[in-house]
Antibody
Framework: EVQLVESGGGLVQPGRSLRLSCAVS????????MHWVRQAPGKGLEWVSG????????SYADSVKGRFTISRDNSKNSLSLEMNSLRAEDTALYYC?????????????WGQGTLVTVSS | DIQMTQSPSSLSASVGDRITITCRAS??????LNWYQHKPGKAPKLLIY???SLQSGVPSRFSGSASGTDFTLTISSLQAEDFASYYC?????????FGGGTKVEI
């Protein structure tokens, strides 16, 4: 059974940093791209960042480029998102998402999400 | 960036109705268009990939089609469990982008 379990969310002040993690199981992690997708309160889904199966390609939404960094450790079946210079508009539920391909395509499994609240 | 314009933003329907949701891409995306269902408090669920391929385990009342830069999700006979929000997503290039969503209500 595919499982994606996010952690690391919480309340953080504007301008500070936070690191999200995702532990995965139930599939061969190093064969698939992975992503972070978020949903702000009352808003729709927004793709945040993606990383190819071998970390060679990393992509970001314009809204987080230069502030967020995605990484993966294939030896530990884990995905991370380092978030710096956080803003109120980064407040959202962050989902860890498995791609169906080795590079960015469509999302076949999603975690339950971890909530990030940016507020003073 | 590729913009995905989804319509309508919401619709009211009854069990047994046939409904259609449309997504228009701002440029050519071939068939790199996917559809998701999202219920409150749950993880989103993949319904359709590559414009018209049904994800394993998804009921056959869901279908997708494409015509140029216009894409359609159809539910042939709405069931109670289908009341949710639906999103299209393009995977032609990065940044990957979603449509604004369609909330299907009773």
């Amino acid at each position: 059974e595919v499982q994606l379990v996010e952690s690391g969310g919480g309340l953080v002040q504007p301008g500070r940093s936070l690191r999200l993690s995702c532990a995965v199981s139930g599939f061969t992690f190093d064969r698939y791209a992975m992503h972070w997708v978020r949903q702000a309160p009352g808003k729709g889904l927004e793709w945040v960042s993606g990383i190819s199966y071998n970390s060679a390609t990393r992509s970001y939404a314009d809204s987080v480029k230069g502030r967020f960094t995605i990484s993966r450790d294939n030896s530990k079946n884990s995905l991370s998102l380092e978030m710096n210079s956080l803003r109120a508009e980064d407040t959202a539920l962050y989902y860890c998402v498995k791609d169906a391909r080795t590079i960015a395509d469509y999302f076949d499994y999603w975690g339950q999400g971890t909530l990030v609240t940016v507020s003073s | 960036d590729i913009q995905m314009t989804q319509s309508p933003s919401s619709l009211s329907a009854s069990v047994g109705d046939r409904i259609t949701i449309t997504c228009r891409a701002s440029q050519r995306i071939d068939i790199y268009l996917n559809w998701y269902q999202h219920k409150p408090g749950k993880a989103p669920k993949l319904l359709i990939y590559a414009a018209s391929s049904l994800q394993s385990g998804v009921p056959s009342r869901f279908s997708g089609s494409a015509s140029g830069t216009d894409f359609t999700l159809t539910i042939s006979s709405l069931q109670a469990e289908d009341f949710a929000s639906y999103y299209c997503q393009q995977s032609f290039n990065t940044p990957l982008t979603f449509g604004g969503g369609t909330k299907v209500e009773i």
